[in-house]
């Protein structure tokens, strides 16, 4: 079977959706398919099945985990998610390439102002005031609105999109045996892409 040039993301959330779609808005050469369209809530099995599926016809799949509700779950006591989560990502096909956020998409957003190995839990409290300090980022909010206007996320943090990815490779690599650190691998999507 022939691969496809195109790349595909399976995403577990809506803003990955939201801001992956700014960046294909932004650079209409590169082809990109995003899975699912609209996000729903679904759970790491399907999310990895939907991989795998796409691994046989895409030269690229990202697969885009945040990793704070896996952190809060295991904390809490339940590791179901975390397990599954190592189960899956030993088995991942060559061609997957795996993205972890800690906490989430918005630390790969601070990244493009400030550059900082700090561990945040979640998005609300800290991460929230640090993102929010920046005039850039001052209004930020989880809303399809913010991220998909005239002058949407992506284009708003291009100028900054270089310290962003510099920033995310002086982090940690993801580790499934400490996975509360700071972990922004977005970059990897750019580097491969090269944009």
Not at 72 to 81: F, H, Y
Not at 94 to 116: D, G, R
Request: hydrophobic share 35%; net charge positive; with cysteine.
């Amino acid at each position: 079977m022939r691969l496809n040039d195109n790349y595909a993301f399976v995403v577990d959330g809506e803003t990955e959706v939201w801001y992956l779609n700014m960046l294909k808005r932004n650079n209409p050469k590169v082809r990109i398919t995003i899975k699912p369209e609209l996000a729903k809530s679904s759970s790491i099995e399907e999310q990895y099945q939907q991989v795998c599926w796409l691994a046989q016809d895409f030269k690229i799949v990202f697969w885009i985990v945040d990793t704070d509700v896996i952190i809060k779950e295991k904390n809490e006591g339940s590791d179901l998610k975390y397990k599954e989560l190592c189960k899956y990502f030993r088995k991942l096909p060559k061609n997957v390439k795996f993205i972890a956020n800690t906490p989430c998409l918005e630390y790969w957003f601070l990244l493009h102002m400030k550059k900082t190995s700090s561990y945040y839990p979640a998005y609300n409290n800290k991460l929230k005031r640090d993102l929010k300090k920046y005039d850039i980022l001052k209004n930020y909010e989880k809303s399809e609105k913010y991220y998909t206007q005239s002058n949407d996320i992506y284009k708003r943090l291009m100028p900054y999109l270089q310290d962003a990815r510099n920033n995310a490779k002086a982090l940690p690599k993801f580790n499934m045996k400490n996975i509360e650190q700071g972990i922004c691998e977005m970059y990897k999507i750019f580097d491969e892409m090269g944009l």
